[in-house]
């Protein structure tokens, strides 16, 4: 049992508020454990200038870490970017591509607006598992005002975590976990199973292929969990893509 009583293989408790924002074509509260995120999508009828005349749209992120999220105050990126930021909003932008059609999407761009209220681990995964369902929510919100004909998403998308503590393999790894992990791994994968990215560093130490897989096999049973409380979150009716 870990600190907070789940077993090796069990999620933090999952919590998915949808149309958590009022002006945002999507948007949603997505919550880990302790951590959350608010994902909001939004569509703007313009596209960077490197796709223009291709007849194919955009979808982008971005991400940030309120000041208050973490138990000490977090300067505001305002006049830089931090590193890690950067590195996490192109990850959530280029998770979000893998399963959308931009050439259904037209010459148009999504933004989905990632902001860390609360954060104790995890925020990249939740970030992207929420995100998804602003997408979604944009996606049907085009569609209703006659700008699509028909959806531009080809499948679902969630992450999470998985790391090596003490020798243990564990899921969905909270800050306290992170922390003291010799293997720490992030995994983003679509609904049918196939891998988007993986992000994977031993800390001090190597480790072996085997780790590695069994890994990888753990965070795919976190990944289902979460397509499922997605797929719940959405509907049936609406998850008509796999």
Request: hydrophobic letters at 40%; charged letters at 30%.
């Amino acid at each position: 049992m870990r600190r907070d009583g789940r077993a090796a293989d069990e999620l933090r408790k999952v919590s998915i508020e949808r149309n958590f924002v009022k002006y945002a074509q999507g948007s949603a509260l997505m919550s880990l454990g302790d951590t959350k995120v608010v994902c909001a999508a939004m569509v703007e009828e313009k596209i960077p200038p490197f796709l223009r005349g291709s007849s194919k749209g955009w979808v982008t992120a971005e991400y940030s870490m309120l000041p208050y999220c973490t138990p000490t105050r977090i300067p505001r990126d305002i006049e830089r970017q931090r590193a890690r930021s950067h590195e996490i909003r192109r990850l959530i932008g280029r998770s979000l591509r893998a399963v959308v059609d931009l050439a259904k999407l037209g010459e148009r761009t999504i933004w989905v607006d990632c902001d860390v209220i609360q954060a104790d681990g995890g925020t990249r995964c939740v970030s992207i598992t929420g995100s998804f369902i602003a997408l979604v929510d944009a996606d049907r919100w085009l569609r209703e005002k006659g700008i699509l004909k028909e959806s531009i998403i080809k499948d679902s998308l969630a992450a999470i975590s998985t790391g090596l503590k003490e020798g243990e393999e564990l899921l969905d790894l909270s800050f306290q976990e992170d922390s003291q992990a010799s293997v720490d791994m992030n995994v983003v994968m679509s609904g049918k199973g196939e891998l988007v990215e993986i992000q994977v560093t031993g800390e001090e130490k190597t480790f072996s292929r085997k780790i590695l897989d069994e890994l990888l096999d753990l965070a795919e049973t976190g990944v289902k969990k979460l397509t499922e409380i997605q797929r719940k979150v959405i509907g049936q009716e609406e998850w008509n893509w796999s």
